[in-house]
């Protein structure tokens, strides 16, 4: 549902919302199984926005910009998907509505309502307190 930046800044967040100080980017990506290059460019990213600050050198590393309780997940889900998040029509008409809906309208809309009350609802505090560890997910090759 969510873009590989987001799924990784998830992530990245909860493991920093369990953290008392700073935590180093290596640390951070063996914690979140997130690859180095790919965290460094989502931390960037989350520290211009202001869910973020790092600190370089010794002693220095990623921490939260604010508590993790005030960190709202419809607010970095809005800055990082984009503000139409869940609101464009799945069947990609630009004229979908309740007057005009496609084939997936009444449905998508039930779950897009849940989808954005469950991210307006909960906080990265919500998210560290249910957080379980990365794991690698083996892709299926494909049969030939």
């Given at each position: 549902?969510?873009?590989?930046?987001?799924?990784?800044?998830?992530?990245?967040?909860?493991?920093?919302?369990d953290?008392?100080?700073?935590?180093?980017?290596?640390?951070l990506?063996?914690?979140?199984?997130?690859?180095?290059?790919?965290?460094?460019?989502?931390?960037?990213?989350?520290?211009?926005?202001?869910?973020?600050?790092?600190?370089?050198?010794?002693?220095?590393?990623?921490?939260?910009?604010?508590?993790?309780?005030?960190?709202?997940?419809?607010?970095?889900?809005?800055?990082?998907?984009?503000?139409?998040?869940?609101?464009?029509?799945?069947?990609?008409?630009?004229?979908?509505?309740?007057?005009?809906?496609?084939?997936?309208?009444?449905?998508?809309?039930?779950?897009?309502?849940?989808?954005?009350?469950f991210?307006?609802?909960?906080?990265?505090?919500?998210?560290?307190?249910?957080?379980?560890?990365?794991?690698?997910?083996?892709?299926?090759?494909?049969?030939?």
């Open positions: 549902m969510f873009r590989s930046e987001t799924r990784h800044a998830l992530r990245a967040l909860a493991s920093l919302a953290s008392d100080g700073p935590v180093p980017m290596t640390v990506a063996k914690r979140t199984g997130t690859p180095g290059p790919m965290l460094s460019k989502v931390l960037h990213r989350l520290s211009l926005l202001g869910f973020v600050t790092g600190r370089t050198g010794r002693g220095g590393g990623y921490r939260l910009a604010h508590a993790a309780s005030e960190l709202r997940l419809s607010t970095l889900v809005a800055a990082l998907e984009g503000p139409g998040f869940g609101r464009e029509c799945l069947f990609g008409w630009a004229t979908c509505s309740e007057t005009q809906p496609c084939p997936l309208h009444e449905t998508w809309a039930r779950v897009r309502e849940g989808l954005l009350g991210v307006d609802e909960r906080s990265v505090a919500d998210l560290a307190q249910g957080a379980a560890p990365a794991r690698r997910v083996r892709r299926r090759r494909a049969r030939r």
